[in-house]
């Protein structure tokens, strides 16, 4: 993703606080208030490109991003609505910072609970000093924790009587593929979303984003920005073997009988040959692509916690597709049908349909 690890793509649901509120007032505040900028500075962009003004370069982003919009609506069946009509400038990276945090030795996202929306493992704010200063409080309560920016969040729908959720000078000049895999990922969330369950909305939108890319792909990319993309593609499988192969390793440790002392030992072993393996990609395969070195160089359990939570079902959603005759309305349904579940039922399921489509097929 042009530098961007996109299998750690970063969005938020700040609308947990936004519409549901908070315990802590000057928390809701920001959230209300930072919204509310960021909707006051967005025109349709229908205006940005009216205007003599707007920027060559941005004034053809927005017209990718509209033909990218119509696709969502007439290819992947996602919503037809304002959302991703309008376009602001932030003045800055990142629109929210979010905090997530996990044990020392574990690998469970502390979470954030609000009301009508559920508990979520993070925590966000449209400033990076207060997420600074809450990691900063979590750490000395002996909690690993990151801190990242995040491009773009979804507000589930319920704000497009305000016009919708609009696309971000921190998104908009992404490489095309990735541009367009963040809309059809933001949009899938207005479909389906269930409280109190991450990973499910996550690795849900995740699957929608890698299906409506490929077909987007297919259907508008150029040959030079599919085999870019192609090589790009390779590395995030390559660095999403890797990790998950050291979040294997993390919980069995975890999970052992060890003493802590020994565990500590282990894990940091197991973090050593991760940079180990990861140098080996950059001086192999990767011919010295450095996308992922600032997320190897920080990664804790944290980080680990927080990327599952947006590929751990993916696998089982892409087979629920193709049971359905990759058929994106019935998809859809099925996936509706899914969230009507018990958690433990709906992930007992996920998991059977992942694992029935890498089982190898009989003879």
């Known amino acids: 993703m042009g530098g961007i690890n996109h299998s750690l793509k970063l969005c938020t649901l700040a609308v947990t606080a936004l519409l549901s509120g908070c315990s802590t007032l000057g928390y809701y505040g920001q959230a209300v208030g930072g919204h509310l900028d960021l909707m006051q500075r967005s025109r349709p962009v229908a205006d940005w490109l009216a205007d003599d003004s707007t920027p060559p370069a941005l004034r053809e982003r927005l017209r990718l991003s509209q033909q990218m919009r119509d696709f969502a609506v007439t290819e992947l069946k996602l919503p037809d609505n304002r959302s991703y009509r309008r376009y602001a400038d932030l003045g800055r990276e990142a629109v929210v910072w979010n905090v997530v945090a996990a044990p020392e030795l574990g690998l469970t996202l502390k979470t954030w609970c609000f009301p009508l929306m559920g508990c979520v493992g993070y925590r966000g704010t449209f400033e990076r000093g207060p997420s600074d200063a809450l990691a900063a409080e979590l750490q000395q309560q002996g909690w690993e924790t990151r801190v990242y920016g995040v491009p773009a ?211």
């Open 153 to 363: 969040y979804s507000t589930l729908g319920w704000t497009n009587w305000l016009g919708g959720d609009p696309l971000l000078n921190t998104f908009v000049k992404w490489a095309a593929p990735d541009l367009a895999r963040l809309i059809f990922h933001e949009l899938a969330h207005q479909v389906v979303y269930v409280s109190d369950d991450t990973t499910f909305n996550e690795s849900f939108a995740t699957a929608v984003e890698r299906l409506g890319g490929q077909r987007w792909l297919a259907q508008h990319a150029s040959a030079a920005q599919r085999q870019a993309d192609t090589l790009q593609a390779q590395r995030r499988e390559d660095f999403r073997a890797l990790t998950a192969r050291t979040r294997a390793a993390l919980l069995a440790v975890y999970e052992s009988s060890d003493s802590d002392a020994a565990k500590r030992l282990r894990k940091a072993e197991v973090m050593a040959q991760m940079r180990i393996d990861h140098a080996a990609l950059k001086a192999g395969p990767w011919q010295g692509h450095a996308g992922y070195d600032a997320w190897v160089a920080a990664a804790n359990n944290a980080s680990f916690a927080v990327q599952a939570a947006y590929n751990a079902q993916v696998p089982a959603f892409e087979a629920l597709f193709q049971r359905e005759g990759s058929d994106f309305p019935r998809f859809y349904a099925a996936v509706k049908q899914l969230a009507g579940m018990p958690r433990a039922e709906r992930t007992a399921y996920l998991q059977a349909l992942a694992e029935a489509s890498s089982a190898p097929a009989s003879k």
